[in-house]
C-alpha cells in the first residue's frame, strides 16, 4: 500500500503503517557480487567488524555512524584515496560547525581523477559528449591527460597559483571538465555557472570570489535555437576587474571571437607536464552557491579530500560504478548535479556529458541517448520523470534499456506515481534511486543501496556515514516517539563533504545560521522527512514551505503530486499564507498554470475533489489562481518560500533576487496580489 494522510485530531501528519510495494529488489545473487559487499567482507576480514551478513546493509550502515573514524579511515583505504602526507588522525575535531577531517593528510582530486587505472588506462573512454543538434565526441583517457596538461599550462601562463580561483560560464562540455581538472591540478578553486544564466546572476556569483581567470563560450544551443552570449561575456569582463585571462571557446560557431579574449586552440597549444599539487585535506575545491532567492546567493566551499572521499562512496558504494559502466545524470553547470557526475571518473567509469533541453526534439531524446552510449546507471530530475509520465511515454517499448540497471531522481521529490512508472515504462530489473541531498553537501543523505529493496515512494537507506534523523521541533528524535511522524532532516554528526566554510564570512556567523541554528551542534537541513522502521525514508519537501493546515502538516510535494497529475495543469504553486506563530490559519492559495485549451471552470471541482480524497479537507485552497507561470530559481526550484514572504507584505527586494530566478516576470502577479485590498 503507497500512504494514506490521517484527517483526525493528530496534531502530525500520520501515514499508513503498512508496508508499500517492493518495486526492484536484488537476488541474494547479485547483492554478493556488489562492491557494496565486497566492503563489508573486507571490513569484516580486514578491521575486525562484526557483522551479521555482508548484505545487511542495517548493520553496516549502524556501524558506520557508530564508529565514524572507523568507518571513514576503513572506507579511505578500501576505495583508495591516495594520500601523499598521511593524515594523523581522521577527526581532528568532531564539532558542528568546524569539524576537522583527516588532519595532516595532502592529496588533489584531480590526481585521482586522472591517474591510470582500472577503466582509466590509455585506450579506455573517459568521456561521451552529446549536444541536443546531435554533435557527438568521445574522448579517451589518454587524450583527456593530454588535454588536462595543457590547459595547465595554459592556467599557469595565465599566473594561476594554488587558492586562485578559476571560473567558467560553460555548458556541460569536454572543455568546461578539462579546465576544471587542470584549476584542481594546480590547487586552484573551481567555480561555474550554465551559459543561460543571465549577466547579473553570473555577476552576483562569481564577483564575490575574485577569478583571475574566466572559461567563457561564445554562445549555446537549446530547444533547436542558438544563443550568442558573447555580449554578456564582453560585460563580465568590464565587471569582474580581478580576471586577468578570459579564454573564448568557439562552441557555436568555429570562427567565433571576442576581443580581449585568449582563443581556447590558442589557451591550449602548449604541451605541458601533467602534475598534482599536494594541498591540504580540507583545501578548497569549488564553491557552488545556495539557489540566492534572497540577497546575494551564498558561496558553499567544499574541500578536496570531503568530495574525493564522499563521491567515491557515493559512485562505488551506494551507485556500485566502477570500471566498464557508464554514467549519466541530466544536469547544467549551474547545479550541483555537475559536480557529482563529474565524480563517476574516479572509480574509472565512462560519464557521458548532454548539453541541451532533455526535451528536445522530445522527451525520448535521452532514452535514445541511454540506449546508444549502454548507460549503466541514468539520472534525471523527478520533474523530467513526471513530463514523461504525462506524455505516456513507454521508454521501455522504443528503446533497449537493458544495460540500465539503474535509474536516479534527484531535484524534488519522487512521487508515487513516478516511482511506479519507472517500474512499469522502463523496466522491472531497473532499481529506482531516489536520492535527496544537496547543494549545500554536494552529496545525498539519503539514497539507494544495491542490496536494498525500493518501496514505493520511499528512498531506500541513509547514506553510508550520514547520522540522519527526523527531528520535532523540541529536538526529540521521532522515529523512537512515532514511527510515522514527519520532522526535520537532521544530520547528527559530521560528513566530510560539509562545507568548510561560506566565502567571505569570516566569524562563520552566516554557516551557523543557515544550518545550526535551530538545533546547535546538529545540522538541520531544512527538509520535511519521515524516517521509517525499515530505515527508508520519505521526503515531503521544504520544511520552511510547508502546509500546516488545522494541526496537519503536509510537504508540499504531496500537494503537487495530486494537483499536477491533472494533464489540464502545467505547472502550480501552493502557499499556505499563515504567518509564523499566528493564532488563526491563513488562506491556502494553489496558483495554477494551465495547459493549452483547459479553463479553471472545467478543472478546478474536480482538483478540489481529488485534494479533499487524496489529501485531507484541510488541504483544499481557499483560492485557485491562473498564472502565466511559476517563478523559479536558476536551478529549477519553485519559488514557495520568497512568494510567500511577498504575500505577506515583505518588499519584493527582500523577499527575493531577481537575479536568482529563471523567470522575473513570473513573480508579477503575486506583486499584484500583493497590493491589493485585503
Known amino acids: 500500500m503507497a500512504r494514506s494522510h490521517g484527517v483526525g485530531d493528530d496534531d502530525a501528519m500520520t501515514l499508513d503503517a503498512d508496508v508499500p510495494e517492493v518495486l526492484w529488489s536484488p537476488s541474494p545473487e547479485q547483492a554478493g557480487r556488489t562492491a557494496i559487499a565486497e566492503f563489508a567482507r573486507w571490513v569484516q576480514e580486514h578491521k575486525g567488524v562484526e557483522l551479521g551478513s555482508d548484505t545487511d546493509y542495517a548493520e553496516l550502515h549502524a556501524w558506520s555512524v557508530r564508529d565514524l573514524e572507523g568507518f571513514w579511515a576503513a572506507a579511505a583505504e578500501f576505495l583508495g584515496v591516495i594520500f601523499r602526507d598521511e593524515p594523523t588522525a581522521v577527526l581532528g575535531s568532531r564539532e558542528m560547525p568546524g569539524a576537522e577531517w583527516f588532519p595532516g593528510a595532502t592529496l588533489n582530486y584531480a590526481e585521482h581523477a586522472l591517474t591510470p587505472g582500472p577503466g582509466r588506462e590509455d585506450a579506455d573512454t573517459a568521456v561521451v559528449f552529446a549536444r541536443e543538434d546531435g554533435l557527438e565526441r568521445t574522448v579517451t583517457h589518454a587524450e583527456l591527460r593530454d588535454q588536462v596538461a595543457r590547459a595547465r599550462a595554459g592556467l599557469v601562463a595565465a599566473g594561476v597559483a594554488e587558492g586562485d580561483r578559476v ?69 563580465l569582463q568590464e565587471q569582474l576587474p580581478t580576471v586577468r585571462r578570459t579564454v573564448l571557446v568557439p562552441y557555436l560557431d568555429p570562427e567565433a571571437t571576442l576581443e580581449g579574449t585568449t582563443p581556447w586552440a590558442e589557451f591550449t597549444a602548449e604541451a605541458g607536464p601533467l602534475e598534482f599539487e599536494a594541498v591540504p585535506f580540507d583545501h578548497p575545491l569549488w564553491v557552488l552557491y545556495s539557489s ?52 563517476g571518473l574516479l572509480v574509472g567509469s565512462t560519464i557521458l556529458l548532454f548539453d541541451g533541453n532533455p526535451g528536445f526534439p522530445d522527451l525520448g531524446a535521452l532514452w535514445a541517448l541511454a540506449e546508444k552510449h549502454g548507460v549503466t546507471v541514468f539520472g534525471v530530475s523527478a520533474p523530467f520523470v513526471q513530463s514523461c509520465l504525462k506524455k505516456g511515454l513507454r521508454p521501455r517499448d522504443s528503446y533497449d534499456l537493458s544495460r540500465m540497471r539503474a535509474l536516479g531522481s534527484t531535484g524534488s521529490p519522487l512521487s508515487v506515481e513516478g516511482f511506479r512508472w519507472i517500474a512499469e515504462a522502463c523496466g522491472e530489473h531497473i532499481q529506482i534511486c531516489s536520492v535527496s541531498g544537496g547543494t549545500d553537501v554536494c552529496a545525498a543523505f539519503v539514497c539507494s543501496a544495491p542490496t536494498v529493496p525500493v518501496w514505493l515512494g520511499e528512498l ?36 566530510p563533504s560539509m562545507p568548510v566554510r561560506f566565502w567571505n564570512d569570516p566569524d562563520g556567523s552566516r554557516l551557523r545560521e543557515a544550518y545550526y541554528e535551530m538545533y546547535p551542534g546538529i545540522w538541520r537541513h531544512g527538509d520535511w522527512v519521515r524516517a521509517t522502521p525499515r530505515g527508508s525514508f520519505v521526503i515531503y519537501g521544504r520544511s520552511d514551505s510547508t502546509l500546516n493546515r488545522g494541526g496537519v502538516r503536509m510537504g508540499t510535494a504531496d500537494f503537487y503530486a495530486v494537483v499536477e497529475g491533472f494533464e489540464e495543469v502545467a505547472d502550480s504553486l501552493v502557499i499556505d499564507t499563515t504567518a509564523l506563530g499566528a493564532r488563526e490559519e491563513g488562506a491556502l492559495l494553489c496558483f495554477l498554470v494551465l495547459a493549452p485549451g483547459a479553463s479553471l471552470e472545467d478543472v478546478e471541482p474536480r482538483l478540489r475533489k ?48 531577481k537575479g536568482a530566478l529563471q523567470n522575473p516576470d513570473a513573480l508579477a502577479p503575486f506583486l499584484e496580489l500583493a497590493d491589493a485590498p485585503r
Open 167 to 235: 571560473v567558467a560560464l560553460a555548458p556541460n562540455s569536454v572543455e568546461t571538465l578539462v579546465t576544471f581538472l587542470a584549476a584542481a591540478s594546480l590547487g586552484a578553486v573551481w567555480s561555474s555557472c550554465s551559459p543561460d544564466f543571465g549577466a547579473r546572476a553570473v555577476h552576483d556569483r562569481f564577483a564575490q570570489i575574485e577569478p583571475v581567470v574566466l572559461l567563457a563560450v561564445d554562445g549555446y544551443r537549446y530547444n533547436g535555437k542558438a544563443f550568442d552570449i558573447r555580449n554578456t561575456v564582453a560585460a
Open 292 to 343: 540566492g532567492t534572497t540577497g546575494l546567493p551564498k558561496g558553499i566551499v567544499h574541500s578536496h579530500g570531503g568530495i574525493v572521499l564522499e563521491h567515491l562512496k557515493a559512485m562505488r558504494l551506494q551507485n556500485d560504478l566502477g570500471p566498464g559502466e557508464t554514467f549519466f545524470w541530466f544536469t547544467t553547470t549551474g547545479w550541483m548535479m555537475w559536480n557529482f557526475l563529474v565524480g
Open 460 to 495: 531506500s537507506v541513509a547514506a553510508l556515514g550520514a547520522d540522519v534523523h527526523s527531528f520535532d521541533e523540541r529536538g526529540e528524535d521521532l522515529v523512537s516517539a512515532d514511527p510515522v511522524e514527519v520532522g526535520e532532516l537532521v544530520i547528527t554528526q559530521p560528513m
Open 610 to 657: 481529488a485534494l479533499r480524497s487524496e489529501l485531507s479537507p484541510r488541504h483544499v485552497p481557499d483560492r485557485f489562481v491562473v498564472v502565466d507561470a511559476v517563478p523559479r530559481t536558476l536551478n529549477g526550484k519553485k519559488c514557495e518560500v520568497p512568494v510567500k514572504k511577498i504575500l505577506a507584505g515583505v518588499s519584493p527586494d527582500k523577499a527575493v533576487s
